[in-house]
């Protein structure tokens, strides 16, 4: 079993863990993070999982909410979101990206689902955005698993909608033509287009165009796509959206409910280098001190080292390098002391040393000439020393010989 977090990251997977290097993967992603829920106890809180080295794992107690890991009668662990819950990532993914996750289980017609592309907001991803039956999710590709059938949601602006969330829902729903619960749902996005999978069959996909639009009504000011296209999986054109409410600058991808319940496992994201960088630097601490220095010293260099593995155009997307580079400073600060303590005992005994010379000698020929006697007197001292040596040696050697023959020698006459 995998578990892999980052950063980034890191950050920013991240999390008590250290960001490392992430997995690869096709299409020129990294597996940022990936989490089947063997590893923890039935009952265990979300925030107690991995996943929360990545996501924002929230729910309100209102209703009982909760998010934590249960058990199937089988012994499969898997999470499950119940009531008010929501999931996603606080670092919006900059650059493609493919997200996956098995749906066991989502109830509420259109209050649980998953969303991609969804802007930053301050309000909660699981309260209602207006429509009759409350769906949730302000904004995104709101996407609805049934027992039987898919719903996408693109959401669009309307300043003139009766709601606080000038939304309009658009729904459409694809027949899943047998295929129920559990199942695979998969998007892949590479920042022009969309595409939904179930079970690896291509459902539909949405196709963006005219990033930048600003809708200064709207709860969330992120920046957005002016139009989006639906199209089946066949190509044909479903229906066009004019001011889609899909984020163009990144994307916010989870999954929430509403007085609802939803349960899934085996969640995977991949995605570039850049979200991986990211990731990692927000995993370096904000303020490096004498505690944290190990810590903070192993995360400034991860996410350095993923960082200066990007080009020059990835560099630039990532946003929190002074976080970065500030920390790098700090570390930089503290270190001086740790090395002048290691290097005191070898600095001290030759200060003393030329203290006790000038002490006692006057004049720059008498340290000369101290200076240059010394070596000749260990080179002598060895000398004949090493002849020594050599000479009992060799006498130990001829008295051992010399004891040997006479004992031979006693022996010898005693058997005559």
Request: overall charge negative; proline content about 4%.
């Amino acid at each position: 079993m995998k578990k892999i977090v980052s950063a980034i990251l890191i950050a920013v997977f991240f999390t008590a863990s250290l960001v490392t290097a992430p997995e690869a993967a096709d299409g020129g992603q990294d597996v940022i993070f990936t989490e089947d829920f063997e590893s923890y106890e039935s009952g265990a809180d979300v925030n107690s999982t991995s996943m929360s080295s990545v996501f924002v794992c929230d729910y309100n107690s209102i209703g009982n909410g909760s998010i934590s890991v249960c058990e199937t009668p089988a012994g499969n662990l898997y999470l499950r979101s119940h009531v008010f819950t929501q999931i996603f990532t606080g670092t919006p993914i900059i650059g493609s990206y493919e997200f996956s996750l098995d749906v066991s289980e989502a109830q509420g017609s259109v209050q649980s689902g998953v969303f991609v592309r969804a802007p930053k907001t301050e309000a909660a991803y699981y309260e209602g955005d207006g429509h009759p039956d409350t769906s949730t999710c302000l904004s995104g590709v709101y996407i609805n698993p049934h027992k039987s059938s898919i719903g996408v949601n693109v959401k669009t602006y309307d300043a003139n909608a009766d709601s606080t969330s000038n939304m309009q829902n658009n729904i459409t729903t694809f027949d899943l033509n047998g295929v129920q619960f559990p199942y695979t749902l998969t998007v892949k996005d590479d920042t022009e287009k969309i595409e939904i999978y179930c079970n690896g069959e291509l459902l539909c996909y949405v196709v963006m165009s005219e990033p930048g639009k600003v809708y200064e009504k709207h709860q969330a000011s992120d920046p957005c796509f002016g139009k989006a296209v639906l199209y089946g999986k066949n190509g044909a054109e479903i229906a066009s959206y004019t001011d889609p409410l899909l984020q163009s600058d990144g994307s916010v991808i989870g999954w929430s409910t509403r007085v609802a319940t939803m349960d899934v496992d085996n969640v995977v994201l991949k995605a570039e280098k850049t979200y991986a960088a990211l990731l990692a630097i927000n995993t370096v601490p904000a303020k490096v001190t004498k505690k944290n220095l190990k810590e903070a010293t192993e995360r400034v260099k991860a996410a350095r080292e993923l960082y200066e593995a990007l080009t020059d155009e990835q560099k630039a997307l990532v946003t929190n390098v002074d976080r970065l580079t500030k920390a790098e400073a700090e570390v930089k600060a503290l270190m001086p002391e740790t090395t002048e303590k290691k290097e005191e005992p070898t600095e001290a005994p030759t200060e003393s040393v030329t203290e006790a010379k000038t002490d006692s000698q006057t004049g720059e020929a008498a340290r000369e000439t101290d200076q240059t006697e010394a070596p000749e007197e260990e080179i002598e001292v060895k000398i004949v020393d090493d002849s020594l040596t050599i000479w009992i040696l060799a006498a130990v050697m001829i008295a051992v010989a010399l004891a040997t023959a006479g004992f031979v020698i006693v022996k010898l006459r005693k058997r005559a």
